[in-house]
């Protein structure tokens, strides 16, 4: 082949696909993780303020930061307590005590933000991605929100501390948790009312999975009473008891299934550090 024909070959396949790589390169899949800033606690030391992107296939590497809501000289920012995200939608959803707000991440552009009544807790979107469950701030009830908008549709009042929320894979149910109840609520989402209730012992039954005890002993000095979110230095001992059969119970036998992990980990606390029984108390 002479030079020029060689030449003019070459500069043909290079420009071909050219175009062609470069969308194929947008269309491909990728992985990024959002970290939404700060956390539980106001700190900014950690993080700042707003929304962290990191690409998970390029080592976790950080992307960018998409910002949130200004933060006034000399104030302090609302500490975030919920992320929810949207593939359907391609926004992200972020609660703080106080305000909730959708962010597009095509653009990093805020779409609407809003203040629920009650405040936020940690919320969940719908599969379909048309509607946000969003608990108030440890408050009576859930809110909720139109996806598009960020108006509430509906108030679900249980007065159960309201606090963690997740959908069900289908969209069919949403799960309720508060924090003053032993019971998890179960919502329908097509008509925004709770349609039952099921306690631990009831799901562990229906779902035929076992039962493990686990019981901690000594954990009252490391984490005292009234002390909030305080761990001392100190020792403790974890013992995670055989898993208890649930296949032949019904839902009938849920009283008798809690009844014998209670009494497995009051025997275990009822034992000295050296195994046997502490005696008896004063009568």
């Known amino acids: 082949m002479r030079r ?46 707003g929304i962290l992107v990191y690409d998970i296939d390029q080592g976790y590497k950080f992307v960018r930061r998409i910002p949130t809501w200004a933060v006034a000289a000399g104030q302090e920012p609302d500490n975030v307590k919920g992320v929810a995200a949207s593939a359907k939608t391609g926004q992200i959803y972020v609660t703080t005590t106080k305000r909730l707000a959708a962010f597009d991440l095509a653009t990093d552009k805020m779409a ?32 909720v929100v139109d996806t598009k908008t960020g108006a509430t549709i509906k108030k679900i009042v249980l007065n159960s501390r309201a606090h963690n929320t997740l959908f069900s894979l289908d969209g069919a149910e949403v799960y309720l948790a508060g924090l003053a109840s032993t019971t998890l ?63 032949d119970l019904t839902y009938d036998d849920r009283t008798d299934l809690r009844d014998r992990v209670r009494s497995i980990i009051a025997a275990r606390l009822a034992e000295r550090e050296d195994g046997e029984p502490n005696p008896p108390g004063p009568a």
């Not at 070959?9 to 290079?14: L, Q, W």
């Not at 002390?227 to 013992?239: A, E, K, M, N, R």
Request: charged share 15%; hydrophobic share 40%.
């Open 4 to 49: 020029r024909d060689f030449l003019a070959s070459t500069a043909a396949v290079v420009a071909v696909p050219v175009s062609k790589l470069i969308a194929e390169a947008l269309d491909a899949e990728r992985h990024f993780l959002y970290i939404v800033e700060p956390g539980i606690r106001n700190y900014v030391s950690y993080g700042g303020v």
């Open 112 to 143: 609407w933000d809003v203040a629920p009544e009650g405040g936020c807790d940690r919320p969940s979107v719908s599969p379909d991605g048309s509607i946000l469950y969003v608990p108030s701030l440890e408050g009576p009830h859930w809110n």
């Open 185 to 247: 609520s179960i919502a329908d989402p097509k008509t925004h009312t709770v349609s039952r209730g099921v306690g631990p012992f009831a799901a562990a039954i229906y779902m035929k999975i076992p039962v493990v005890p686990v019981v901690c002993r000594g954990t009252a000095a490391i984490m005292p009473k009234g002390g909030y979110l305080s761990i001392l230095p100190g020792d403790c001992d974890v013992f995670v008891e055989p898993p208890i059969p649930t296949a």
